[in-house]
């Protein structure tokens, strides 16, 4: 099968092109002649992209994440970052993440709609007096003449009879009587007005606001300490460093972890039941990442699969799972400006043929997890890959493509079977790769993650040989393991005194393909010397040779 090899652009540049290391034709299964001709295309392909392309290599095997630190950021950047702390401290005061939320839309509209029934009234009332004025317009004149017989009957009156002086003064006494009467009430009023000004005065000072509200994502409570930045920083990038859209997929995922009851999610026990070897973590990658390993050939298992996704409850109850194992994991990530704080992703699809698209359940569960990740989980994903990918996947990638961002989409990785240990080699150190994908890690034994393991190529038609050298008397301890073995191995112990017998440790034997995964073996040694180990490649392809040693004292 073809290797292609897309190399994911700058993200400030042009829009990331997916990352693909594969084997994967586009078109229908290929025989077995195509399958030959394009492995040796591929190995054509491997030798132009190490002369050729040699920067672009670089690019895809170790994938640059932004940093954390404000003082690396951009300024547009820094920007972005303070006015997201603003808006997040402007909800915390006013208990934005745990208010209960707004009253229907419906309730709201009714007092408006009363009012509006209501406003005809006022105008009625304005109508009135202008009816009134209408009409009182002639009686200006009457009033002149009805004037004028008054005044001439007053003249008539006073010349025959004079008014007396008394009369005048009861009138003068009321008047001021009214006006007296009048300030003492306003004088009253006011007295009243500014005692209960006094009164409530102090109840006011004594309120004071409430304090703003604690809200913790991941663990880490925002804007508590330097980690928040770290947490704020994956939603800006998220949306582009729009301040606005990240703000509100903050709230978002606030509202999601609370209706989601995470916190009990995360001390709940007895979920996933026989979903250990679906998903799992195992060792770390080069640069410090916890790995995190999806097999879904396990669900060829069919009581296992009904046990699954047989049902919406059960397919609930998955993504509970899924969702509790990810937080579990997300909280012992270091969110400080320099730690590490996303994870890699390794999908298997080795024995899934068909699962995927024949099985409706499986592609339910699995769009929604994905919907569920980039919604509430954003950028925690530094890469992820996809190994023993077969022919038909090309096509389903096409159709979940657009469920995904085109920044997470630069970050996927794309490996056949026959590229899979090649294309995880890139990123893991051989002793931190399941023996399963073609490296050292395995439960017991004598060495574990900690033992650095060593890379060597062996040529095509040629032998290859490694000398474990031993000081002193000991136990000589080793792990060797060709992959795709098919070659001839032995050992021997060769000492350093002139005239020393050589032993034969292990006979030389073919190994096949699927014989053994990893030899190990021990020898003990009361002399100094060196244990030879022989490869013997017959075939016309280079082989990857992994080996560690360490030495134990003898008892």
């Known amino acids: 099968m073809a290797e292609e090899t897309k190399i994911a652009a700058p993200e400030t540049a042009a829009p990331a ?135 001439s009957c007053e003249a008539v009156s006073e010349a025959a009879l004079p008014a007396p002086e008394e009369k005048e003064t009861p009138v003068v006494e009321k008047v001021e009587e009214k006006g007296e009467a009048a300030e003492e009430i306003k004088e009253t009023i006011v007295q009243e007005m500014k005692a209960e000004e006094a009164v409530a005065a102090p109840a006011k000072e004594e309120v004071a606001p409430p304090a703003p509200e604690e809200v913790s994502i991941w663990g880490v409570p925002l804007l508590a300490d330097e980690r928040s ?122 024995n899934s043929p068909g699962l995927f698209v024949t099985k409706k359940e499986l592609r339910q569960a699995t769009n929604q997890a994905l919907q569920l990740l980039q919604d509430n989980y954003p950028e925690f994903v530094a890469k992820q890959v996809f190994i023993n990918v077969p022919w038909w996947y090309v096509t389903y990638n096409r159709v979940i493509s657009p469920f995904l961002t085109q920044r997470t989409k630069s970050k996927f990785v794309f490996a056949g079977p026959t590229k899979t240990a090649e294309t995880l080699f890139k990123y893991v150190a051989p002793e931190q790769v399941p023996v399963q994908y073609g490296g050292l890690s395995k439960s017991g034994g004598e060495f574990t993650t900690a033992d650095t393991a060593v890379e060597e190529m062996i040529k095509p038609t040629s032998k290859h040989t490694i000398e474990l050298p031993i000081s002193e008397g000991g136990v000589l301890a080793w792990e060797v393991r060709v992959v795709g073995w098919d070659i001839c191995y032995g050992a021997e112990f060769v000492p350093s005194a002139e005239g020393g017998y050589t032993w034969i440790v292990q006979k030389s034997r073919k190994i096949g393909q699927a014989d053994e995964d990893v030899l190990s073996c021990s020898f003990k040694i009361g002399e100094p010397g060196k244990v030879v180990l022989t490869f013997d490649n017959q075939t016309s392809k280079k082989k990857k040779l992994l080996f560690r040693s360490k030495t134990k004292c003898s008892e």
Not at 17 to 28: H, L, S, T
Not at 31 to 57: D, S
Not at 299 to 311: A, I, M, P, R
Not at 332 to 349: A, H, N, R
Request: hydrophobic share 35%; glycine share 4%; with cysteine.
């Open 229 to 350: 930045d770290a947490i704020l920083l994956k939603f800006l990038r998220a949306r582009d460093f729009k301040v606005k859209e990240a703000f509100t997929m903050v709230k978002n995922v606030v509202a999601w972890r609370k209706e989601f009851k995470i916190d009990e999610l995360l001390v709940e026990e007895g979920i996933g039941e026989g979903l250990e070897k679906v998903v799992y973590v195992n060792g770390v990658d080069k640069e410090g990442h916890p790995i995190c390993y999806n097999a879904f050939g396990e669900f060829q298992d069919k009581e296992l699969y009904s046990n699954t996704f047989s049902d919406a409850e059960k397919r609930a109850e998955f993504l509970r799972f899924y969702i509790q194992f990810l937080e579990k994991n997300i909280r012992g990530l270091d969110f400080s400006p320099e730690g590490i704080c996303t994870i890699v992703q390794v999908t298997d699809l080795k």
């Open 17 to 151: 092109k997916e990352v693909v290391v594969c084997d994967v034709p586009v078109a229908e299964e290929p025989t077995k002649a195509a399958v030959e001709k394009a492995e040796e295309a591929a190995v054509e392909g491997e030798k132009e992209t190490e002369c050729g392309e040699e920067g672009k290599v670089t690019e895809s095997v170790s994938f640059k994440e932004e940093s954390n630190k404000v003082d690396d950021l951009i300024d547009p950047e820094k920007k972005a970052l303070d006015e997201l702390k603003c808006l997040i401290q402007e909800a915390l005061n006013k208990h934005e993440f745990t208010a209960p939320p707004p009253p229907p839309p419906a309730a709201a509209e009714e007092p408006k709609s009363e009012e509006v029934k209501e406003e005809p009234k006022p105008e009625e009332v304005k109508e009135e007096p202008k009816s009134e004025e209408v009409k009182e317009e002639p009686k200006p004149e009457e009033e002149k003449k009805e004037e004028e017989k008054i005044e």
